[in-house]
């Protein structure tokens, strides 16, 4: 079963950069689109970005331009790079497989973004 460990979120002002790390477990790791997601307080969980086994990448349109995907199949490893951020970006972010079929959740790694 693939688990899930993100990292790299934090406080940021409007504006500012961040960039998450998931690192997952299990030897197909390379198999599987895979995506970023997020929840904002109140709202469902949304899919941000993801990025196919060769490497296609498709973005949310509210983050299009800010937002990019990128994985190291070698450490197994999927990030999200976040520039311009804004106070709706707050949110937990995710990253699982797309779809997620069965699979768990990691605990999520929280971003803020806010002056």
């Known amino acids: 079963q693939v688990q899930f460990v993100e990292s790299g979120g934090g406080l940021v002002q409007p504006g500012g950069s961040l960039r998450l790390s998931c690192a997952a477990s299990?030897?197909?790791?390379?198999?599987?689109?895979m995506g970023w997601y997020r929840q904002a307080p109140g709202k469902q969980r949304e899919l941000v970005a993801s990025?196919?086994?060769?490497?296609?990448?498709n973005v949310l349109g509210s983050v299009k331009g800010r937002f990019s995907i990128s994985r190291d199949n070698a450490k197994n490893t999927v990030y999200l790079q976040m520039n311009s951020l804004k106070p709706e970006d707050t949110a937990v972010y995710y990253c699982?497989?797309?779809?997620?079929?069965?699979?768990?959740w990691g605990q999520g790694t929280q971003v803020t973004v806010s002056s």
């Open positions: 699982n497989t797309v779809p997620t079929g069965t699979r768990g």
């Open positions: 299990g030897s197909t790791f390379s198999i599987y689109t």
């Open positions: 990025i196919s086994s060769g490497g296609g990448t």
